[in-house]
């Protein structure tokens, strides 16, 4: 799932293997000087879920949070 917060731009589309469900996430920011997108952090793996809807929680709390706490 890929979600705009705040200047941020969020990919949390977890990892489907051996019927888990890896929830992970990436973020990015736009470049202002030429608008392509630029990976500011990566999660890793934050553990497997039972469901993909789950692990997408899970990324989107990870995300939101990590931005939260950032200055940017």
Not at 15 to 36: C, F, M, Q, V
């Amino acid at each position: 799932m890929q979600f705009d917060y705040k200047r941020f731009h969020i990919d949390a589309s977890p990892l489907n293997e051996s019927g888990y469900y890896y929830a992970r996430a990436k973020i990015y920011r736009r470049d202002p000087a030429t608008g392509d997108a630029v990976e500011v952090k990566y999660s890793g793996d934050l553990g497997d879920y039972p469901s993909d809807a789950d692990a997408i929680e899970a990324a989107q709390r990870w995300a939101i949070q990590w931005c939260d706490n950032t200055s940017g």
